[in-house]
């Protein structure tokens, strides 16, 4: 069994009095300063012209201007002709950068020397993997044979052409390993077209279906001749294309145009979904019964079940589904092995148990507890095996494994063979053990096996390779306390021979959504950075998993800006202990990040010397307006309802930026095909920002036309956007 993990469709001291103009509160009317004032530094302010709407947006007895609204028509039009000119200037200045190139050329000479292997599954007596070699551009597919020989099954580079490339998402195998059912995309855009392998012969079948969201794959049903799959609505004007996806079934060798609907939004259904749920069907080797699942993004899954000789395949959505979870039951994950439904859930247990119930009769006011909660340790993985159930907990950031005998009894500790975080494993129904990955900081990833009958870990000789030299480094784990007393964790990467002197470039990385945690894991870039004498941090602010259930809540929604008052306490702490100084400090967010750093930007605009918004949700309060927005309601909140406008106005960063205050030299960062947060948040955030600061410092927008949201880019594109970023971030440090 291949385990999923959700990708979101879409990561000190008490804080001192500003020296800058606070920005007004968010039931007042927020004024748009005059352009910036010249000023000398190597990079300019200003861009192409811009113009500005009177538009102000009305609602519950709050006025709110938005004049740059006209940006949000950024599809086509002025819109998007106003980002596209940002590029081209942006383009042209940052090739002109002092360290640019010699950033690029190590970033690139160690980026591409690691060889990765990752995402492992097990399927019959064939294992297949991402494979990443060293000097390729692209991951590619491969399968393990049973005699220890690896062959490429996809290689999207050699499908790629001139001006775009090719992308390979989500895969899986038939559960005996003989078809592969895999998703392409073209420019990072992440829908794309499901096609089927024949795996002996590595032949296409002439099987291929469009629209698929990349996250979504095929599930396979027992008998390995056909499957579920998730479909995205044809597109409609008007209408966010990620909404109303449908569940389908498909055999193989039949037309697609026969494919039979089993969940949709059309009402008559027995499962009623909402518009922006994503629905979900699979059903376990040698199970007579299908799961289905509909959630979005968030942890939490809505779970029916039914068994596969009552599915309806009329198309008329009548299959008798046994409800047995909604959202408010907090179940994250569900199993199913033999007569009983396994779930992981943290309702009654914030660092989560797993209960069981009976698939014929499955009320949840009768579960079995199997695994209680851990009050020390946060439940993460429970892939299943035929053995037993196998548990990765999370305590300190680092894993600790074990193994539940499907019979019953205590769980057995299974010892890593070094401390570090598990970001894999897998699991076979039909098969005995596990096969999982041990990755750190400064540490590549290795698979091991384990074998329940001897109790030992085996090597697999699947191993990521890197050629950095990682020896002088360390990362240390510390705390940092929040404005409110809270005790933040905080991950510091940097030499071992670093004087604590205030001199370090620095970057504060944080997420802060969804329940994501920043687990550590080897990344050849953040070396590049540390071993040339920078500082490389992530703050494991409240919103992020690192704690539970509450440590998340804590962090959400009306609870927003703990994660952003969290994050300006890290920032604050690596000021206190002299590793940096707020000139030399350099903020950084990635999507739902973008909420989370965009608001410590305008709260403490004096804190940082640069920040980097990378495709990040800076207009959340407009999110109903944006490809993918309905689906963020559940982590932001529902900004057509009064309580959800005004707790989203309070973390909306754009709505915050104030005139006449001196901003930080800000760099945005962002791919014309990103589907999972609107290109034109960030056209919107930077034309204001560049309106009111008085700082002189730049405020640019890079962008790239051959990318999304980040995912599926070439090795390349990421090495130039980090030589980019950070020959801007050096160059505005003063390091020349």
């Not at 019953?408 to 598990?422: C, F, N, Q, R, S």
């Not at 690596?574 to 990040?593: E, Q, R």
């Amino acid at each position: 069994m291949r385990i999923g993990w959700i990708l979101f469709v879409a990561a000190c001291s008490s804080p001192v009095a500003r020296t800058t103009t606070p920005a007004p509160p968010p039931d007042r009317a927020l004024a748009v300063a005059a352009a910036a004032e010249p000023h000398t530094e190597t990079l300019p302010a200003s861009g192409p012209s811009t113009r500005v709407d009177g538009v102000v947006d009305r609602q519950f007895g709050i006025e709110v201007p938005d004049p740059y609204r006209w940006m949000e028509n950024g599809d086509t039009g002025e819109g998007r002709d106003w980002l596209r000119a940002q590029g081209e200037q942006a383009a042209e200045q940052l090739a002109a950068l002092p360290l640019r190139d010699k950033l690029y050329t190590r970033v690139r000479e160690l980026g591409l020397g690691v060889a990765a292997i990752f995402s492992v599954q097990v399927a019959g007596k064939r294992k297949f993997h991402f494979t990443f070699p060293a000097g390729a551009q692209l991951a590619k597919l491969a399968v393990r044979e049973p005699d220890g020989k690896t062959r490429i099954l996809v290689d999207p580079e050699k499908l790629s052409s001139a001006g775009t490339h090719v992308s390979l998402h989500a895969w899986n195998a038939s559960p005996d390993g003989k078809y592969l059912a895999y998703v392409l995309s073209t420019g990072g855009g992440e829908v794309g077209v499901l096609h089927i392998m024949d795996v002996a012969t590595g032949q296409d079948l002439p099987d291929q279906i469009e629209r698929i969201w990349g996250e979504g794959s095929a599930n396979w049903l027992p008998d390995g001749k056909s499957f579920f799959y998730s479909q995205m609505a044809v597109p409609e004007a008007g209408v966010d294309p990620m909404t109303n996806m449908t569940a389908l079934w498909h055999q193989l060798g039949q037309p697609v145009a026969k494919d039979v609907v089993i969940l949709d939004h059309a009402g008559n259904n027995t499962w009623k979904l909402a518009p922006e749920e994503f629905p979900g069907l699979w059903s376990s080797p040698g199970s007579e019964w299908v799961v289905a699942d509909s959630g979005g993004a968030h942890s939490e899954v809505r779970i029916g079940v039914a068994k596969l000789s009552e599915l309806d395949k009329t198309g008329r959505g009548l299959t008798p589904w046994r409800i047995v979870a909604d959202y408010t039951d907090g179940v994250e994950a569900a199993v199913v092995h033999g007569d009983r439904l396994y779930l992981k859930t943290y309702k009654d247990a914030p660092n989560r148990k797993v209960i069981s119930v009976p698939l014929a009769n499955p009320d949840l006011k009768n579960a079995r507890v199997e695994i209680p909660e851990d009050p020390t340790a946060t439940l993460g993985w429970i892939p299943p095996a035929r053995d037993g159930l196998y548990v990765v907990h999370q305590r300190d950031g680092l894993a600790r494994l074990s193994r539940m005998p499907w019979k019953g009894g205590k769980l057995e500790p299974i010892k890593l063979p070094y401390e570090g975080w598990t970001p894999d494993v897998a699991t076979d129904h039909l098969q005995d053990g596990i096969t999982f990955q041990v990755e750190g900081w400064l540490r590549t990833g290795t698979y091991y096996t384990y074998d329940p009958k001897t109790k030992k870990l085996s090597p697999t000789g699947l191993a990521s390779t890197t050629t950095a030299d990682t020896s002088q480094l360390v990362a240390d784990e510390v705390e940092a306390t929040s404005a409110d007393g809270t005790k933040v964790p905080l991950s510091i990467l940097h030499r071992r021979d670093i004087a604590l002197d205030g001199s370090h470039p620095t970057i504060l990385y944080a997420y802060g959504g969804y329940g994501a945690v920043e687990h550590p894991g080897f990344s050849s870039s953040r070396v590049a950075w540390v071993e040339r004498g920078g500082v490389y941090a992530i703050a494991h602010v409240r919103g992020g998993g690192e704690k539970g259930r509450k440590w998340q809540d804590d962090g959400s929604r009306d609870k927003k800006m703990n994660g952003v008052r969290d994050f300006i306490a890290c920032a604050q702490y690596l000021v206190d202990k002299k590793f940096t100084a707020p000139g030399k400090l350099a903020a950084h967010g990635i999507s739902m990040g973008g909420v989370l750093v965009g608001r410590a930007l305008t709260e403490r605009p004096d804190l940082f010397a640069v920040v980097q918004l990378a495709v990040g949700i800076v207009n959340p309060l407009r999110i109903l307006a944006a490809e993918n927005g309905a689906n963020q309601k559940t982590e932001l909140g529902d900004p057509s309802t009064e309580a959800g406008y005004k707790q989203i106005l309070e973390m909306d960063p754009y709505a915050h930026v104030a005139p006449n205050t001196a901003y930080p030299a800000v760099i945005f960062t962002v791919g014309l095909n990103d589907h999972r947060v609107a290109p034109w948040m960030t056209s919107k955030m930077a034309a204001r920002l560049r309106a009111s600061t008085t700082s002189g410092k730049p405020i640019m927008i890079r962008v790239d036309a051959d990318a999304g949201h980040g995912i599926g880019s070439t090795r390349d594109q990421a090495f130039a956007e980090k030589a980019d970023v950070w020959g801007f971030m050096l160059d505005q440090m003063g390091e020349r």
